[in-house]
């Protein structure tokens, strides 16, 4: 029970809801971030270019800096991928805000999440 309160806790003290967060779910960005062997050019593909691209030189990943729309509203969006390609992270903030936060550190490509 605990585990399932926590997120919603740590989002309604950052300002956001767990709902506003999960209604982006069905975007193209992110459901092309969370599918199984999912690349930096799939996404691209998917969703289009990113807003930017930072290189994370301690470990050579890249964040793809994406800002969702909908309904009026946009929410900063993070996709780190590896040297290989391959999507290792993502979420639902900016890639400066995931690097400061520790975020940017995966090298090996994600398990399917939804």
Excluded: W
């Excluded at 193209?28 to 030189?57: C, F, H, N, Y």
């Excluded at 900063?76 to 550190?105: D, K, L, M, W």
């Amino acid at each position: 029970m605990i585990k399932n309160i926590l997120p919603a806790l740590i989002l309604t003290l950052t300002g956001c809801s767990a709902l506003q967060v999960f209604s982006y779910d069905s975007l193209p960005v992110v459901r092309a971030t969370v599918t199984q062997g999912a690349t930096k050019s799939s996404v691209i593909s998917a969703a289009g270019m990113p807003d930017s691209e930072i290189l994370i030189k301690s470990n050579q990943n890249t964040c793809l800096n994406y800002t969702l729309r909908k309904d009026n509203k946009t929410t900063p969006f993070f996709i780190i991928v590896n040297s290989r390609n391959q999507v290792t992270n993502y979420g639902y903030v900016s890639c400066g805000t995931a690097i400061e936060e520790g975020h940017a550190a995966p090298t090996e490509p994600m398990k399917q999440r939804l």
